[in-house]
């Protein structure tokens, strides 16, 4: 019997629950027709990561007849304990919907049609070829996801820029957390948090920033409630615009106005600064301050960038910057109480409690995302409370491999593997050694970004594009411009997904994937963590992993020799081991292959078999050298020193008015996972949740004279999007506010939203925008 197998019984004895794929059983048959199947040996039982979010929950995955036929929380992970959302007990039936994609397709006479592998593959690289001879190397690209594995994001980036000598790579993540990454990089030169989960079992407060944490990270929330039902004084706080169920579990929660986040931040820094609070050893020691450029516009279509001017600065000048932040200024902007302001302040700024700060897409979406990134980091520096147990500004992510993939493998434009950049000569020349390539092929620039790329695609510049497992044509804002650009133009679409979605509805190639344990592969979660699985079953059909079809389209393009493995196993262990060499001696070593396979992941940087919990701390981060308590030793240019910015509140770039007179808030629900492109083929959760709804406070329903259940239009300068109205459900937001969740394709809320984003990190605002709704 498997260890793996062995453990699995031990906690299915102890009551952890199940998900079988047959039967409408109740949870009681459910379980004893586990215990049946695990006595009998007829199903085996090995370890995953959860494909959903960025938490990184272990899974036993159960396989029966050549089909995943059950799963359950892994007992012995450490992320979530045996514990799973309802998203993750459902991973079965999102591998068979009956609607999934198995054979290639070609788009002929206007119709997708059945075609060889071999045949849509030629067509690719045929295509990709003509438009590189004709138009240059940045005609071309490849945008792909969070939901990549390691091994397919690097095979893309080795790929593209290392192969056809494009750096037109990027992901979606560049739409959920970029702004994490900008903001890590300008506060202490490296990306990711410092702390991990840990961190949840020492805090004393949790503060919720724009991030509704019950719905978005349910296991990990529970890890918090499970925390404060153990200790008295723990306390949360949610700092929201809409009251939710995080807002349920708070002892406070600041309802404020959209944007208004970037003066809160200042305030609580001038609070803890005029009443003593600041830990002036830490900052002394381990601190610089620093401005720049505040006029750096939008990121808007018509906008012609900014240019940097970043300064020096020293603490009076700081403490000058805040004195207008007033606890009475912020509540105006805010619409925050001042003493809530006061309170919230007062526990940041209290030596005997930890703090935790947490956020995800709220903060990151938004037009001035590294700032508020940055004015958080800000409030830990002042204080001393970060890189230590229970004390941590911790950024999640919404995807499997946000971080692993995207930040870490680097499959943004202006990214290399293991925190190297594009711009660097030396950082080039390492990436160009490691591929066997000529010095000089890596171009030294950045070409386009996300919505670049996609404004290029819908302007005629981008002439052929690969988008692999994720759905832009429900995703992109202000989707309208860009779905009609793409109609007019006709650029040449590859789609590598799953399940029939709008995105390959405008394809030319549709190509079928492999997916999670169908192939093998390692994701990396929001605590560094690295995961491995082994692969359990086949896909259907003609199913292929994303990084064997890059490497198929490699060699017929004259790149073969990027990739000298045979198989696909090969392919999955070579890729990581070749990738690994990036992250070696830079403060982001991961773990070996079979350091992965034999443990529940390792969090980097992993040295001599050891992990790290707490980065940048002396006794806990193998690269801080002993003696200096503390080091930021990204920052090697500012002597080891983290930045406090100087960073003022601004208005965003469209606000209510008498004609739109609603702020815009689009986001999540517990039930479904981004676009739905999945979850809503599993009947459950499709029953639970089975469209998009607007949420509304019901005295601006009142006043509009509808209530809950009425058809309602939401209109925008933009585009317009029909709902159903949901009064007092769930949530209940600010008054002038509506909110709308993007999973579901028929009712595309990306028609209304703005094509706005952060000038740093070029991550688009789809927390505020200003809207009307109109009865039906």
């Excluded at 619409?335 to 309170?343: E, F, L, T």
Aim: with cysteine.
């Amino acid at each position: 019997m498997s260890t793996d197998r062995r453990d699995f019984m031990k906690a299915l004895a102890a009551g952890w629950a199940t998900t079988l794929v047959s039967g409408t059983a109740t949870a009681g048959d459910r379980q004893k027709d586990q215990a049946e199947w695990l006595e009998s040996g007829s199903i085996n039982w090995a370890k995953a990561p959860c494909r959903f979010c960025g938490t990184g929950c272990g899974v036993m995955v159960g396989v029966k007849d050549g089909k995943v036929a059950a799963v359950a929380g892994d007992p012995q992970n450490p992320v979530n304990q045996g514990k799973l959302c309802a998203k993750g007990y459902h991973l079965p039936f999102v591998l068979y919907g009956k609607d999934r994609l198995t054979v290639p397709q070609i788009r002929r006479n206007g119709k997708l049609e059945g075609a060889s592998w071999a045949e849509a593959l030629d067509l690719i690289a045929s295509k990709f070829k003509s438009s590189l001879d004709e138009f240059g190397a940045d005609s071309v690209a490849i945008y792909g996801s969070g939901q990549w594995t390691i091994q397919d994001g690097y095979a893309a980036n080795k790929f593209m820029k290392g192969g056809l000598g494009t750096n037109n790579v990027e992901a979606n993540a560049r739409l959920c957390m970029a702004s994490a990454v900008v903001g890590f990089l300008k506060s202490f030169g490296k990306d990711e948090p410092m702390g991990c989960y840990d961190d949840f079992e020492e805090g004393d407060v949790f503060v919720f920033w724009g991030n509704n944490m019950s719905e978005n990270h349910p296991v990990l929330f529970s890890r918090i409630t499970a925390r404060k039902d153990s200790a008295s004084w723990v306390r949360l706080v949610d700092i929201t615009t809409r009251k939710t169920r995080t807002s349920e579990e708070s002892d406070l929660v600041l309802m404020m106005n959209p944007q208004s986040d970037l003066a809160l931040a200042n305030g609580i820094c001038r609070e803890i600064i005029r009443n003593g609070w600041v830990n002036e050893d830490f900052v002394k020691k381990h601190c610089l301050f620093r401005q720049d450029n505040e006029d750096i516009g939008y990121g808007m279509r018509e906008d012609i960038g900014y240019t940097p001017a970043e300064e020096m600065i020293d603490f009076d000048a700081y403490r000058a910057f805040l004195e207008p932040y007033t606890l009475e200024y912020v509540e105006k902007i805010s619409g925050v109480p001042a003493s809530q302001v006061k309170q919230l302040a007062a526990w940041y700024g209290d030596r005997s409690k930890k703090v935790v700060s947490l956020w995800c897409m709220g903060m990151n979406q938004h037009t001035r995302g590294t700032w508020i990134n940055n004015l958080v980091y800000n409030i830990h520096l002042l204080t001393g409370k970060i890189s230590e147990p229970g004390n941590s500004p911790f950024s999640l992510t919404g995807q499997p491999s946000a971080c692993g993939t995207v930040r870490e493998v680097g499959t943004l434009t202006h990214a290399l593997p293991g925190g190297r950049v594009v711009m660097n000569p030396e950082h080039r020349a390492f990436a160009e050694k490691i591929w066997n390539v000529p010095s000089g092929t890596i171009k030294d620039k950045p070409s386009n970004h996300t919505m670049s790329m996609f404004r290029k695609l819908a302007n005629g510049q981008l002439k052929a594009m690969w988008i692999q497992v994720t759905n832009p044509m429900v995703t992109i804002p202000d989707l309208n411009h860009f779905m009609n650009g793409i109609k007019e133009h006709k650029p040449f679409i590859v789609v590598s997904d799953v399940y029939p979605t709008p995105t390959t509805a405008i394809a030319d190639v549709v190509l079928p994937s492999a997916m999670w344990v169908e192939r093998e592969g390692c994701f990396g979660n929001s605590e560094r963590r690295t995961q491995h699985w082994v692969k359990m079953v086949d896909a259907p059909g003609e199913g292929k992993p994303d990084s064997w079809q890059i490497i198929e389209v490699a060699k017929r393009m004259g790149c073969g020799n990027l990739f000298p493995w045979d198989d696909e196993s090969a392919q999955a262990q070579g890729l990581y081991e070749e990738y690994r060499e990036f992250t070696l001696n830079v403060g982001k070593d991961v773990a070996t292959w079979d350091e992965l396979k034999r443990t529940r992941g390792m969090r980097w940087p992993v040295v001599d078999g050891k992990e790290t919990r707490w980065r940048y701390r002396e006794g806990s981060d193998p690269y801080v050298k002993k003696g200096t308590g503390f080091s930021f030793y990204g920052n090697k240019k500012f002597e080891d020193r983290a930045i406090i910015w100087k960073r003022p509140y601004v208005d965003p770039p469209e606000m209510p008015d008498k004609d739109y007179p609603l702020w815009l808030t689009t986001g999540r629900v517990l039930e479904h996972w981004h676009t739905g492109s999945m979850t809503r083929r599993v009947r459950a959760l499709h029953q639970a949740v089975p469209e998009a709804f607007v949420e509304m406070h019901p005295e601006d329903a009142r006043e509009l004279g509808v209530s809950d259940g009425s058809i309602v239009k939401v209109v925008s300068r933009r585009g317009e999007c029909l709902l159903k109205l949901a009064i007092n459900r769930r949530s209940v937001p600010k008054r002038g506010n509506v909110f709308v969740p993007f999973f579901d394709e028929a009712k595309l809320i990306n028609m209304v939203t703005l094509d706005a984003h952060c000038p740093l990190s070029k991550q688009p605002d789809y927390k505020k925008c200003a809207v009307r709704v109109e009865p039906v």
